[in-house]
């Protein structure tokens, strides 16, 4: 017992000592990352993106889908409701609201005229 009070605070003392030695300043690490990427960066390769030079010649998984089965009219209506009271009495400001007039879109087949 009397070992072991003699103990707990020289270790509290180092524990407390060792947190006060450390940096609080973070060291900037990755100077070699941004070296390497700034020596290996190779600009020269054209940009594939929408507004790269290269954007109407990629070909992609929806533009092949937008070409090969584009979608068939389905025009789309708007109502406007007017004013009413609910039948609480609570009243409903006029709003316009927008519906397509089929149900679900249809697609035409490859090579279909439309």
């Known amino acids: 017992m009397k070992y072991l009070t003699r103990i707990l605070p020289l270790l509290s003392i180092i524990f407390l000592l060792n947190g006060c030695e450390a940096d609080?300043?973070?060291?900037?690490?990755?100077?070699?990352?941004?070296?390497?990427?700034?020596?290996?960066?190779?600009?020269?390769?054209?940009?594939?993106?929408?507004q790269g030079l290269n954007a109407g010649f990629v070909r992609t998984?929806?533009?092949?889908?937008?070409?090969?089965?584009?979608?068939l009219p389905?025009?789309?209506?708007?109502?406007?409701?007017?004013p009413h009271l609910t039948k609480f009495g609570n009243p409903?400001?006029?709003y316009t609201t927008n519906f397509k007039l089929y149900e679900v879109d249809r697609y035409a087949l490859p090579n279909e005229a439309l």
């Open 24 to 50: 609080l300043k973070p060291e900037k690490q990755g100077d070699k990352m941004d070296a390497f990427f700034q020596s290996n960066n190779n600009t020269s390769l054209p940009v594939l993106s929408k």
């Open 61 to 71: 998984q929806g533009t092949e889908l937008e070409n090969n089965f584009p979608v």
């Open 74 to 82: 389905n025009p789309v209506l708007n109502m406007f409701v007017y």
């Open 92 to 94: 409903v400001p006029g």
